[in-house]
């Protein structure tokens, strides 16, 4: 059992980006990991639907490749969760292409341990049927239907299956969905740090340098754990971590600020203390893990809603503008009656209307919905059942925004205008998460599989 256990975060995403110098900095105090969360549900659901990646392959092979050179030099390992975005299982295969051309061309030998997130449907319908499944805050009526017709469900690992995959002494760990905090957590438990100090420096490790002040660009974070207490420092030497910047970074895609769930137990860092050591490092103690009842692993699943088109334009016209909310009403009940006499009845179609400069961002929720500018921007949403469907409406969206009347001008007008020839542009198919679930397993790898390879 260590003393103190050094870890080394590289960034908030694998692809976002780090300094070289900060991460020569970070491998020159001798980690005994470094450790990158590589996905998130932030962006949307059409990373987990297409199995696409919300970096580019140019941005994540530049950052693999800087990491794997660094944890070799140390022959220390790489631990990587939620591969590609999503954490799909194509989405760690393609981690994995690229680990193997970047032992080939650097002339190294890599061995790989994985492990896999996307979940077996009739699992799933024997866990729901089972009473397994318990639903999360404002989660959606979940059905043995839902699950059917769910492109694709992954599970959200703990610490277990990192600490599983590290069984093989491999050099990187290419993990699916996986907590964030798991991926910094599990070496540390395994060296018998308490568990409210590891899954407390998880939280504050997986989005790198993002707890320190006036952060520049996302970058490296280092953190020292003990027994009873860990210190936190930022590699690059123009930012500081502040009792203030550590502390709130807890706050950070939390509904709780002081009560954290992760797959095994809630941590309470209700107690935790925040001190600095240094005008950038800052000590924390106080937090403590409450283990689960029942180990419980999160659900996230995707379905197609329809084919999204989007049109974009801006009004100036100060008589359009002040009556903006009739108008926009009136446009509604133009393209409803066109609509109905040409694609009929039965057809299942929205249409959304954002006012930027007015209520755009919030929506119901602004609480200052009056316009002040002399000029809005509108964006058009059609939700349709197709991509014909969509252009349909589109055609017909536009020619009613573009000369609907208002009562003060008697003549024929010219009210939006589109930037875009075509004025609408096609998003392709839309998706939607359909699960806010959680699972019990029977035990905590029984969700996931395991490999290795060698390259």
Same mark, same amino acid.
């Given at each position: 059992?260590?003393?103190?256990?050094?870890?080394?975060?590289?960034?908030?995403?694998?692809? @976002?980006?780090?300094?070289?110098?900060?991460?020569?900095?970070?491998?020159?105090?001798?980690?005994?990991?470094?450790?990158?969360?590589?996905?998130?549900?932030?962006?949307?659901?059409?990373?987990?639907?297409?199995?696409?990646?919300? /970096?580019?392959?140019?941005?994540?092979?530049?950052?693999?490749?800087?990491?794997?050179?660094?944890?070799?030099?140390?022959?220390?390992?790489?631990?990587?969760?939620?591969?590609?975005?999503?954490?799909?299982?194509?989405?760690?295969?393609?981690?994995?292409?690229?680990?193997?051309?970047?032992?080939?061309?650097?002339?190294?030998?890599?061995?790989?341990?994985?492990?896999? @997130?996307?979940?077996?449907?009739?699992?799933?319908?024997?866990?729901?049927?089972?009473?397994?499944?318990?639903?999360?805050?404002?989660?959606?009526?979940?059905?043995? #239907?839902?699950?059917?017709?769910?492109?694709?469900?992954?599970?959200?690992?703990?610490?277990? #299956?990192?600490?599983?995959?590290?069984?093989?002494?491999?050099?990187?760990?290419?993990?699916?969905?996986?907590?964030?905090?798991?991926?910094?957590?599990?070496?540390?438990?395994?060296?018998?740090?308490?568990?409210?100090?590891?899954?407390?420096?998880?939280?504050?490790?997986?989005?790198?340098?993002?707890?320190?002040?006036?952060?520049?660009?996302?970058?490296?974070?280092?953190? #020292?754990?003990?027994?009873?207490?860990?210190?936190?420092?930022?590699?690059?030497?123009?930012?500081?971590?502040?009792?203030?910047?550590?502390?709130?970074?807890?706050?950070?895609?939390?509904?709780?600020?002081?009560?954290?769930?992760?797959?095994?137990?809630?941590?309470?860092?209700?107690?935790?203390?925040?001190?600095?050591? @240094?005008?950038?490092?800052?000590?924390?103690?106080?937090?403590?893990?409450?283990?689960?009842?029942?180990?419980?692993?999160?659900?996230?699943?995707?379905?197609?809603?329809?084919?999204?088109?989007?049109?974009?334009? @801006?009004?100036?016209?100060?008589?359009?503008?002040?009556?903006?909310?009739?108008?926009?009403?009136?446009?509604?009940?133009?393209?409803?009656?066109?609509?109905?006499?040409?694609?009929?009845?039965?057809?299942?179609?929205?249409?959304?209307?954002?006012?930027?400069?007015?209520?755009?961002?919030?929506?119901?929720?602004?609480?200052?919905?009056?316009?002040?500018?002399?000029?809005?921007?509108?964006?058009?949403?059609?939700?349709?059942?197709?991509?014909?469907?969509?252009?349909?409406?589109?055609?017909?969206?536009?020619?009613?925004?573009?000369?609907?009347?208002?009562?003060?001008?008697?003549?024929?007008?010219?009210?939006?205008? /589109?930037?875009?020839?075509?004025?609408?542009?096609?998003?392709?198919?839309?998706?939607?998460?359909?699960?806010?679930?959680?699972?019990?397993?029977?035990?905590?790898?029984?969700?996931?599989?395991?490999?290795?390879?060698?390259?």
């Amino acid at each position: 059992m260590r003393q103190q256990v050094r870890i080394l975060s590289a960034t908030s995403v694998l692809g @976002s980006g780090f300094s070289e110098d900060s991460l020569k900095c970070g491998i020159e105090r001798d980690p005994l990991f470094i450790g990158c969360d590589g996905g998130s549900t932030d962006p949307g659901p059409h990373f987990l639907a297409t199995n696409e990646t919300a /970096f580019s392959e140019r941005t994540r092979y530049r950052d693999l490749r800087l990491l794997v050179m660094a944890a070799k030099s140390k022959r220390i390992p790489l631990l990587i969760g939620s591969c590609g975005t999503a954490g799909t299982n194509a989405q760690v295969d393609d981690m994995l292409r690229l680990l193997q051309r970047i032992a080939r061309e650097e002339a190294l030998s890599i061995k790989a341990a994985t492990f896999y @997130s996307e979940q077996d449907k009739e699992y799933l319908r024997n866990k729901l049927f089972n009473g397994r499944f318990t639903a999360l805050n404002n989660a959606p009526s979940v059905d043995a #239907a839902t699950i059917d017709r769910s492109i694709r469900i992954v599970g959200m690992a703990g610490a277990e #299956a990192f600490q599983k995959a590290l069984e093989s002494k491999p050099d990187v760990v290419i993990g699916g969905r996986a907590s964030d905090s798991a991926i910094f957590a599990a070496l540390p438990l395994q060296e018998g740090i308490p568990a409210g100090i590891c899954w407390h420096a998880g939280k504050i490790l997986e989005c790198g340098a993002a707890a320190a002040r006036r952060r520049k660009t996302p970058d490296c974070l280092f953190a #020292a754990l003990e027994r009873d207490h860990f210190v936190v420092e930022p590699l690059d030497p123009d930012l500081a971590c502040t009792p203030q910047s550590v502390a709130s970074h807890a706050l950070y895609e939390n509904a709780d600020p002081e009560r954290l769930a992760e797959p095994g137990g809630v941590l309470n860092i209700a107690d935790a203390r925040y001190e600095p050591l @240094s005008p950038r490092a800052v000590k924390v103690s106080g937090s403590a893990f409450e283990a689960a009842s029942e180990y419980t692993v999160k659900l996230e699943g995707v379905e197609r809603i329809g084919w999204h088109t989007v049109t974009f334009g @801006s009004i100036r016209d100060p008589f359009i503008v002040a009556e903006i909310d009739d108008w926009t009403a009136r446009l509604r009940e133009a393209v409803d009656k066109r609509a109905a006499s040409v694609i009929g009845a039965g057809v299942d179609w929205r249409l959304l209307v954002r006012i930027y400069g007015k209520d755009g961002t919030m929506g119901q929720l602004e609480p200052t919905p009056v316009v002040h500018s002399h000029e809005i921007a509108l964006v058009f949403e059609i939700l349709a059942p197709d991509r014909e469907t969509a252009t349909t409406l589109a055609s017909m969206l536009r020619h009613q925004a573009l000369h609907l009347p208002i009562a003060k001008w008697s003549g024929l007008i010219t009210s939006v205008a /589109f930037p875009y020839s075509p004025a609408h542009l096609h998003r392709g198919d839309l998706f939607r998460f359909n699960m806010k679930h959680v699972v019990t397993p029977d035990t905590p790898l029984e969700m996931f599989k395991f490999g290795t390879a060698t390259f």
